[in-house]
C-alpha cells in the first residue's frame, strides 16, 4: 500500500489519515519535488537534466533505429 505525504518541520505528514498499528515497518521514497524553476529554462536543458539521471546500461537498451521508427515503437505501426 502506497501513502503520500509532505515534511513538514522536518517530519513526514501523511495526506490522508492511516492507521498503522504501532512498531510497523515502514519504508521511504523521497519523490523529487516538481521544480518550479522549469519554467524559464530552455527545454533542452531539462531534457539533459532528467537524462543524465538514467545509466548508460538503460539507454543501451534502445533499438537503434528509434527515432527513425518512433511511431513503430511508441504505437505499434508497421515500421517505414
Given at each position: 500500500m502506497v501513502y503520500?505525504?509532505?515534511v513538514r518541520n522536518?517530519?513526514?505528514e501523511l495526506d490522508?489519515?492511516?492507521a498503522l498499528p504501532e512498531g510497523a515497518e515502514v519504508e521511504l521514497t523521497v519523490v523529487?519535488?516538481?521544480r518550479v524553476e522549469y519554467a524559464d529554462r530552455p527545454i533542452e536543458e531539462i531534457i539533459d537534466e532528467i537524462m543524465?539521471?538514467?545509466p548508460v546500461s538503460e539507454w543501451?537498451?534502445?533499438p537503434p533505429d528509434l527515432t527513425d521508427q518512433i511511431d513503430h515503437y511508441v504505437y505499434?505501426?508497421?515500421k517505414q
Open positions: 503520500r505525504g509532505h522536518g517530519r513526514v490522508d489519515p492511516a523529487r519535488p516538481a543524465a539521471d538514467v543501451d537498451k534502445l505499434g505501426t508497421p
